[in-house]
């Protein structure tokens, strides 16, 4: 929410509502959008006793799709089931990207900082939170290598580990800023970048919002939980590499911090081959 011109004020719960509690009723708000639908939002909506409305969680169908791998989900993005929370206030979906907000200061001069020119490097965000996210080291390194301009490798400092064995196998054209930036510089950077070659995560949709060319690659989460780049009427600008037809896949709707069935074919079979070529095709026509 910094920086964003369209909040006036944000309020943060640090363990509880009991916390905010006071200051939400002094506000005397008239109207709650939810868009967490959880019981602790529940909650707090029953204190507030204010008109009040959620976005479908879908948790049967989610429940569905990974125990049973039938797909019941609608063909939408979250983004605009969100909406769902707005309809009684009629807001519309206005069919844009959406928005995100860098000030002046977290800006980075890639040139200075990096090596490398505004729009002449592809953006890697290699983290996710669970490990069943993030592509093994080896099948990392082997599109890098098949990367034709030079890869910055973006993480937070849980990153960094992965980052330098990343160097140890291939430092050609290869530049570690993981740990180094805070979110939004690394936002910075990823606006910066010819294309983002992502996981499952944030920097995928503050890509996104940036209009930057996005590859995703998909473990054992799949695009169709509806979290997946968010380019209304823009779909040839991202793609997303998945391995099909595996029996276990999704194997839940997060992830988990190690192969449930120990062998990672979600990853393990992904063809970096046609990861890297899509890279490459989409950085040539920037």
Not at 204 to 216: D, K, N, Y
Request: hydrophobic fraction near 40%; aromatic fraction near 8%; charge should be positive.
């Amino acid at each position: 929410m910094v920086n964003n011109p369209y909040v006036d004020k944000t309020i943060t719960i640090e363990k509880s509502i009991k916390e905010i509690l006071p200051l939400l009723k002094a506000e005397n708000y008239d109207f709650l959008v939810d868009l967490h639908n959880n019981i602790r939002t529940l909650s707090l909506k029953r204190k507030l006793h204010v008109r009040s409305a959620a976005f479908p969680k879908l948790h049967v169908a989610k429940w569905l799709m990974v125990n049973f791998k039938v797909n019941v989900l609608p063909d939408k993005h979250i983004i605009e089931r969100y909406f769902e929370a707005v309809r009684p206030l009629e807001v519309v979906n206005d069919g844009q990207r959406c928005d995100f907000f860098i000030a002046p200061d977290p800006e980075v001069d890639t040139e200075a900082t990096l090596g490398v020119s505004p729009k002449q490097f592809v953006a890697f965000a290699i983290g996710a939170q669970f490990a069943t996210k993030r592509l093994p080291v080896h099948k990392m390194v082997e599109i890098i290598k098949k990367i034709d301009q030079p890869v910055v490798l973006l993480g937070g400092p849980t990153d960094q580990e992965t980052a330098l064995q990343i160097l140890e196998k291939t430092t050609v054209n290869v530049i570690n800023s993981c740990g180094k930036f805070t979110l939004r510089e690394s936002a910075s950077v990823v606006r910066q970048s010819a294309v983002l070659l992502t996981h499952d995560t944030g920097l995928m949709h503050i890509a996104s919002a940036f209009g930057i060319p996005t590859v995703s690659v998909w473990g054992n989460t799949v695009p169709d939980f509806g979290m997946y780049p968010y380019f209304p009427g823009e779909a040839a600008n991202f793609s997303m590499h998945g391995v099909t037809g595996l029996p276990c896949r999704p194997c839940s709707k997060i992830g988990f911090q190690a192969c449930p069935k120990k062998h990672f074919k979600c990853m393990e079979l992904q063809d970096t081959e046609a990861i890297a070529a899509d890279v490459n095709q989409r950085a040539i026509s920037i």
